[in-house]
């Protein structure tokens, strides 16, 4: 009995000792590929990580011409206002569309016997969460010119990340599984976020929008999300905790379903790459 006790307590022992190493193996890969991905991203690059805020900038300053020159919109701390929805738009944006041919991309890893092939999506969505923090510094910059006071609240935005950070992945395992057998997936997505970050108060307020359409908004989870980000970072207070739930419980759903269907297809990744 003694002995038949030693060996499921040995056991178990195995099993989270096998855990521990299997974790320590993704993260040290995890931290690798993303290592490489930011390398190849930036090489022979004159500028290099400073093409992670060309972009925002240069959309910051046509907004700034056209709604605050042209057509004046009534937002106070414009600058801070857009620079902000643009960078986590821009996270998302960039993040799912590298995810959706990150199969196709990346042919010599998955064609490795044993390869995890569900960590490639998470790298993607991990290295845009390094440009949002890299960018951070200028936005804080934006921030304090146009007379922000950071307040305690502030604390919360690891809290926005980490939602930011999940709800992305759950979105990108059904795009990367889907986009290895209809390889237009890539095409259509780029045509379907530009739709949607018409539809995201990026450079104009909810405020202006007809209250009518208001629960069309609060259903897109990226609204809720720049709708924080702006609430703890320019306003100084909690954000509206009910539509941020609403999309906390949405990627609860989404991210076993996105991940299973991924699992799924990835037995036949192979084969159609």
Sequence with gaps: MGSFKMSITQRSEFKLRHRRLRLRYLYDLLRSLVDRDMKLLYKRSLLGIAWTLISPLLQLIVFIFIFQVILPVNV?????????GLLVWTWFQSS?????GVIISNRALIRQPGFPNEILPVVTV???LIHFILA???LFIFLIVDGVRFQPIIILLPLLQ?????????????LAALNVTFRDTQHTLGVLLQLLFYVTPIFYDIKNV?????IFYFLNPMVNLVNAYRSILMYGKHPDWMPLLLTVVLTI????????????QSNRFVEEI
């Design 253 to 264: 759903v989404l991210l076993p379903i996105g991940h299973r269907v991924f699992k799924h």
């Design 126 to 128: 991990t290295t845009g």
């Design 96 to 100: 799912l569309f590298q995810a959706t």
């Design 210 to 214: 007809p209250s009518k359409y208001h």
């Design 76 to 84: 106070p701390q414009y600058s801070s206002f857009v620079f902000t």
């Design 162 to 174: 980490a939602i930011q950070f999940i709800f992305t992945v759950s979105l990108s395992y059904f």
């Design 136 to 138: 951070l510094p200028v």
